[in-house]
């Protein structure tokens, strides 16, 4: 029965409810311009990023692809195609399917097209800031966060700016229920704001320059944290909502069930963030931490394949469209890349497993698994199933993206195999052992065996580029066939202000209806697990035991230390000897928590391409570290170190100097007051002495140039512990 | 050394532990009776809203 009344609503009653009103259906449009805008963005990056991935990957290969200048070489590419792939392209990727899906989700405009635009356009800023500036050598050194202070605020304020325009809009909807996506997004937002800020503390030195504000072990431990969660919330959780309403738009279905989606969202946010010391088995973390990181890594199987199989499953009975629609055929590698990725990230956070794949190209094979397979192919998905959509044609060619599908698939397989190879056999060979009980190969051995893997890796991604190229010919082509459909008309009635229960209702019905407490609730179960894995590392003492032959670094150690990381060297070299028979007899003594105390910030690193750095101090004489920047291979045949002759030439600016040591001692780092006074006279008189050590050995250069700060602190790596074991001899002397 | 021997030396540190165990605990069980007690069709529904626009 059917009932209008004066200003048009209709009153309807039906069996199940006594008596409701339904308001009169409103007119609005969804904005695809916005939509469209981060597409053209998602397009764009690619290329970018993937282009210079394949750069950084034949650089491995044929280090001349390095062309001897600072701002083309590995160190500094590595962290512009990291950056470019999750921040750019992913990072573009998930507005774009956010800015169409969270609309339509909850039958609405955007809250405000301007907050759309002004977070569009930020974010490209960032992008281009990030690009210049990283490949400039402005880094803080912590990988996947290496952006300097200013825009490391940029970002946050254009994170916050996305965040009003999305829950504005979730405030203004006319659909009750968030759907499952939504949380996914809710659970992003809150989660991404809180690593950003917590894994950004820093200390500015000037306007380009700071310091981590955490040191040695607290600073791995808080930026292994973001790190993981950085895979987690930014790689992952996005890209689930953006599955959880693709998929069945792409299928024309529900998803396969509902239920397993709410407890797949709760599972996964609560677990994932615990699982970050997974990086850091068999370092200088508190045991305990690591023994937290496996844990949850395992459980994490059981939320991550849950998702999966509920997103394959969803193509059930939809499998004869699978084979003539290429859109889900990216769907379905990328939900197996997932699968696989997801299982294989717990294995590998196996104490056992990662005593052979850490430091290794394993990880690389891993990530890739999951960049790759799950997120481009996901995107690529997405972008073949939305641009025919908003411009109003069909694709301008299938079979050229079924093509695509296949060069992609052969490119991840051509990627992924040798990388798996080159990690396993990476490991074995630094394992191994002669019989007289002495490592059987020299590090550089390790390195040149792996150097027709690192080619065919290139191979692998050049044509996975190649696909990506033959998927922007496509679309382009489609865009040019077609017209964008600015706004695109809907109807839906306005929602109700007062609620009508339509039966009996749990607890999560609640909450479901409310963005704000799910915000608040997602906050509260990411925030506990960082707490609960952060605080006490902070907190109690006996965590990082002190070790008082540790001293801070000099003037000069600190300025080498900073060119260190301005170069990018922590993208091939870590500073952690894990206690195990082949590394202490290959580097020295495993490294202890307490020698890293001064280190603002850490420099762990995270892969081997070259050797452990963190006893190199007095390895070889200073006139071989001034040889081997100058060509690596004058000293090191074979080596793929790229040429760094440019320090040889530079002068040292030590016009920071002073500030530096001031910053250092804000954040507790115990130089004598009035230190930084006479900073520059100290590190003047040691950077003479490293000349006339050098001039002993017929080389001649200035004191003042930016190789003898780089000797200086490469030969202080170390030492300390030396120092103090002479100590201790000496004192037990009789 | 184990977790405990850190966590000791906060005060009333224990009581955070088994709280957010007991928390997560509580919501999962709750979430999981949520999700088998909620009808089908209300199940349904929701998970269609992606196909209604």
Known sequence: MQLKDTSGNISVQSPS??????????????????????????????????????????????????????????????????????????????????????????????????????????????????????????????????????????????????????????????????????????????????????????????????????????????????????????????????????IPKAANRPVYSYRWSIIHFWALIFIYIWAGPHHLLYTALPDWAQSLGVAFSLMLILPSWGGMLNGLMTLRGAWDKVREEPVLKFFVVALTCYGMATFEGPMLSLKSVNAIT????????????????????????????????????????????????????????????????????????????????????????????????????????????????????????????????????????????AYVKTGKESWHSWIERRPVQMLVGSLIVVAIGGIIELV???????????????KPYTPLELEGRDLYIREGCYTCHSQMIRPFRDEVARYGEYSKAGEFVYDHPFQWGSKRTGPDLARIGGKYPDSWHYNHMLKPTLVSPGSIMPQYSWLLDNDLDTTLTAGKIRAMQTMGVPYEPGYHKIAVKELLTQAEKIKEGLAKEKIKTPARKEIIAMIAYLQRMGKDIKGEKAASTAANTP | MKFINYLQDITGVSIFPLASLLLFFTFFVGATWFVFRTPKKVMEQIGNIPLEQ
Do not use: C
Not at chain 1, 92 to 111: A, C
Not at chain 1, 452 to 480: D, E, H, Q, W
Not at chain 1, 536 to 550: E, G, Q, Y
């Open chain 1, 358 to 497: 850490h430091f290794t190209d394993w990880t690389v094979a891993h990530v890739h698994v999951g960049a790759l397979g799950w997120n481009g192919f996901l995107t690529f998905g997405i972008l073949y199933w939305l641009i025919p959509r908003i411009f109003q044609t069909p694709l301008y060619s299938k079979k050229m993206a079924t093509n695509h599908f296949w060069i992609g698939t052969l490119g991840i397989v051509l990627y992924a195999v040798p990388m798996y190879w080159a990690g396993f056999s990476q490991a074995l060979m630094w394992k191994e052992f002669t019989p007289e009980g002495t490592l059987k190969y020299q590090f550089l051995e390790t390195v040149t065996s792996l150097v027709p893997m690192y080619a065919l890796r290139g191979i692998g991604g050049l044509i996975y580029l190649v696909g990506a190229i033959m998927m922007v010919v496509n679309l382009v082509k489609t865009i040019k066939g077609g017209k964008l459909l600015a706004n695109e008309a809907a109807q839906a009635p306005a929602l109700p202000k």
């Open chain 1, 17 to 246: 409810i006594p008596f409701q009103q339904i308001p009169a259906l409103e007119q609005y449009y969804y904005d695809n311009k916005i939509v469209k805008a981060f597409a053209y963005a998602t397009m764009l990056w690619a290329l970018v990023g993937m282009l210079v991935g394949v750069l950084a990957a034949f650089q491995l290969a044929f280090p001349v692809l390095n062309f001897n200048y600072p701002y083309t070489t590995f160190g500094r590419i590595r962290p512009v195609h990291t950056n470019a792939v999750i921040f750019a392209f992913v990072g573009n990727g998930i507005f774009m399917g956010v800015y169409y899906s969270l609309q339509r989700l909850l039958k609405t405009r955007m809250f405000s097209d301007r907050l759309g635009w002004i977070h569009f356009w930020g974010w490209q800023g960032i992008i281009v800031t990030a690009a210049v500036t990283l490949l400039a050598g402005y880094t803080t050194g912590k990988e996947y966060a290496e952006l300097e202070w200013p825009v490391d605020i940029a970002i946050t304020l254009v994170w916050v700016i996305f965040g009003v325009n999305m829950f504005g809009t979730i405030l203004k909807r006319r659909e009750r229920h968030l759907y499952v996506a939504i949380w996914f997004y809710i659970g992003t937002w809150v989660t991404v704001a809180m690593l950003h800020i917590v894994n950004s503390f820093e200390m500015p030195v000037s306007f380009m320059k700071s310091y981590s504000w955490y040191a040695g072990v607290q600073d791995a431990l808080v930026q292994w944290w973001y790190g993981h969660n950085a895979v987690a919330f930014f790689l992952t959780t996005p890209y689930l909502g953006l599955m959880y309403y693709f």
């Open chain 1, 536 to 550: 006490p590392t902070f907190l109690i003492k006996s965590n990082i035991p002190t070790i008082a032959s540790v």
